[in-house]
């Protein structure tokens, strides 16, 4: 008998049907741009009160003409004809459709908002600009346009639906946390200061919270809008999953413990360094305080919802944590080496050293906590934990890292020790010139040698102890009918495992098996990947898959 393998065989114009999308979607992501450039610049010229409507610039009149009056009826039609084909599943399924409403969504909405604020911040101060506010208004009715197609119950993108909405999402909490921090930071800085002291050139001292405010009404809206009325706290896939980590955790957890961080620098200077007067010591202090306060908050908001995912998602969400706390105490452990060496050899400087002494003090006064509680080096991991890919390819890379910017640390110790044995004109001790990077390379020595340790101790737990029990599926690639992406989360979280949802082509929706049905056909399946079809009423067949070669 034959064994030979059966050859795959292409679906004929596959490959010129996958061109001609990228070619369109292109095309009309450019004309759509352009007359959006047209328009804006049009709008421009009529909000424009202060000059005439034609004015001097001919030349630009003429470009926003042609922008318009060529450029639209173009993308009108190209969108007309791509439109009209979205009726056909196979066009809305493709990838490129998707593509095309992600980027032009965001790009939409960014640029929208980042105009709109700044007429806003010109209105505060007083000044009317019309080319801000013509292309926050053009590009707003091109977000919306966007909007109104990716929300279409019959032509939107059957792939990449949720990208634009988590992506708007997340852009909105980043606009409102920074305007949060700047506009409490300002109240703060006049409280603390006095109103007199912050006022800058005869300005009023609320125009910065008043700008930062309307940063912050303007994001807390786009969040509100992509967050709560879109749903995107309830979207289950991988990339919404990482977006969560990074921004709800990682983000808000940087600015939470870096305004802690400067709060104690602060405190600490005015304790125990009385050589600047008590003003320059406070002026980071209302920031400060806005920046612990809004990013605890946020980050207290999103704790929840990311240990309401997966098990890997929570696992990355301590990961995380450790590693932020874990940079802040090898930060404050280098810096505060450099500054002891310094005041070994100028006490002189007895000032600048002290506030390097402080500065690391409060990194470690605010990292080492937040290392030791997120990573508890006391408690022993058990082998299911020790065995966890997400933690292996931590300890990996933070020994690997640590080892890294030790060798450079290390050389430039080398460096400097070369220079001051080889040139005798050299000014100032060898203890000066290699404290800070000596400093860095015993911090980083000290991360290196415990990661490295405790890396070889799980290895060695996951050997003794073999194969963890329960289930090791790395990722499952459900075929469903219809809409069933209310199963995304629920059969992630039972199994740890990455969700993908793929869609049979031409299947009428109906009623299929439950999240709890899924489950407990998985009990038991160990694979890498594993291929769940699903069928009407409560058919469920499980395929593992073999690894590829």
Do not use: K
Not at 98 to 103: F, I, Q, R, S
């Amino acid at each position: 008998m034959n064994d030979r393998a059966v050859p795959s065989v292409a679906v004929p114009g596959t490959a010129q049907r996958t061109v001609r999308r990228l070619i369109v979607f292109t095309l009309l992501a450019v004309l759509v741009t352009i007359t959006a450039v047209g328009v804006a610049g049009l709008l421009e010229r009529v909000l424009d009160v202060t000059a005439p409507l034609a004015g001097t610039d001919v030349a630009g009149l003429a470009l926003s003409l042609a922008f318009t009056l060529v450029g639209g009826p173009l993308a009108a039609v190209l969108w007309w004809s791509v439109w009209r084909r979205m009726t056909d599943e196979s066009e809305r399924s493709s990838l490129a459709w998707g593509l095309y409403l992600t980027a032009m969504y965001t790009v939409a909405l960014i640029v929208a908002a980042s105009a709109l604020l700044g007429a806003a911040g010109g209105l505060v101060v007083g000044r009317w600009l019309p080319a801000e506010f013509a292309a926050g208004i053009t590009w707003a009715l091109v977000w919306a346009w966007n909007r109104w197609m990716l929300r279409h119950r019959r032509r939107s993108p059957a792939r990449l639906a949720t990208v634009p909405i988590v992506i708007g999402g997340v852009y909105g909490l980043v606009l409102a946390l920074v305007g949060a921090v700047g506009a409490i930071g300002a109240v703060l800085d006049a409280a603390i200061r006095g109103v007199g002291v912050v006022t800058l050139a005869g300005a009023p001292w609320w125009q910065v919270p008043l700008d930062a405010s309307c940063s912050l009404i303007v994001g807390g809206a786009i969040w509100y809008l992509h967050w709560f009325r879109d749903g995107a706290r309830h979207v289950a896939t991988v990339f919404a999953d990482v977006v969560l980590v990074v921004v709800g955790v990682t983000f808000t957890a940087v600015v939470m413990i870096g305004g802690a961080g400067a709060v104690v620098f602060v405190a600490m200077r005015l304790l125990f360094d009385p050589s600047e007067p008590a003003d320059l010591v406070l002026e980071p202090l209302g920031t400060a305080i806005a920046a612990a306060a809004v990013g605890a908050l946020a980050w207290v908001y999103h704790r929840p919802v990311v240990m309401a995912r997966s098990e890997r998602t929570r696992g990355a969400q301590r990961l995380v944590m450790s590693a932020i706390g874990l940079v802040a105490t090898a930060t404050g452990i280098g810096v505060i080496l450099n500054a002891a060496l310094a005041a070994l050899v100028s006490p002189i400087a007895a000032s600048a050293t002290r506030v390097l002494l402080l500065g690391g003090l409060s990194a470690l006064v605010v990292g080492g906590p937040t290392w030791w509680v997120s990573w508890r080096p006391t408690r022993s991991a058990e082998p299911d934990e020790a065995a966890d890919p997400g933690r292996r390819v931590y300890l990996v890379v933070v020994f690997g890292v640590s080892a890294i910017v030790a060798i450079v640390a290390l050389l430039v110790v080398g460096y400097r020790l070369f220079e001051f044995a080889l040139d005798p004109t050299t000014v100032g001790s060898l203890v000066d010139r290699v404290r800070a990077p000596l400093g860095l390379l015993v911090a980083t020595a000290l991360v290196f040698g415990y990661h490295f340790a405790v890396w070889r101790r799980d290895r060695d737990a996951i050997a003794a102890n073999g194969p963890a029990p329960g289930r090791r599926i790395g990722r499952i690639i459900l075929v469903v009918s219809g809409d069933r992406s209310a199963l995304q989360q629920p059969l992630a979280r039972a199994t740890g495992a990455r969700i993908t949802v793929w869609h049979r082509a031409g299947a009428a929706p109906g009623p299929g098996p439950d999240a709890a049905a899924l489950v407990t056909a998985l009990d038991g399946v160990a694979a890498r990947r594993v291929l769940v079809v699903t069928g009407h009423g409560d058919r469920i067949d499980v395929v593992p898959l073999a690894d590829e070669a």
